[in-house]
Each structure stands twice: as structure tokens, then as C-alpha cells.
């Protein structure tokens, strides 16, 4: 019989515990950074979000913050739509995992 060898990284994890620890994780990090990058990009740079007088005219979004806004809706909206497959494929990876 053949006996199988799982290999190790050098923090001794299995490729299997580490790509579970990649789907329980991955998602949630890119979800939480998407949101703090379209907060900073619609907050901090773009300049119909600034404070002016009431007398100066309302100018429109320029089209680099519009492009950059539907990229990252679509980045958020594709983590989202995998964040509970990944959540599932992680717990039962970690749970089936052979000792």
C-alpha cells in the first residue's frame, strides 16, 4: 500500500488547513477593505463631496470616481456573493481535516 504524505509549509499547516484559513478570512478582509476604500475615495478625494457656498453651482462626479465606484461595488458585491459559500467550504474543510 501507498501511504500518503501531506506536505507542510514552513509554518508546519497543511495545504489544506492553510487554504482554509484563506476562505474563512478572504472574503471578510476584502469586504472590510472595499468599504473603507469607496468611504475614502467618495469622503476624502472627490471634490462634489467638499464644502462650498451655497451661491457656487452643483458640479457633476468626475468620470475616474465614477469608474473607480462601479469597480469597487462590483469587488464588494462579488465578496459578498461569496463570503457564505467560503464561510461553509472553511468550516468543513477544517472539520473533515485527517489527524
Known amino acids: 500500500m501507498e501511504s500518503t504524505t501531506i506536505q507542510s509549509n514552513e509554518n508546519g499547516l497543511s495545504p489544506r488547513t492553510l487554504a482554509s484559513i484563506w476562505l ?21 478625494f472627490n471634490p462634489t463631496m467638499w464644502m462650498r457656498a451655497d451661491t457656487e453651482p452643483y458640479a457633476a462626479t468626475p468620470l475616474g470616481f465614477t469608474v473607480a465606484n462601479v469597480l469597487l461595488f462590483g469587488i464588494g458585491s462579488l465578496a459578498l456573493i461569496a463570503w457564505l459559500p467560503a464561510l461553509i467550504t472553511g468550516i468543513i474543510l477544517i472539520a473533515t481535516r485527517k489527524k
Not at 469586504?31 to 476624502?44: E, F, K, P, R, Y
Open 24 to 44: 474563512l478570512t478572504g472574503p471578510t478582509v476584502l469586504l472590510v477593505i472595499v468599504s473603507l476604500l469607496v468611504a475614502i475615495l467618495n469622503m476624502v
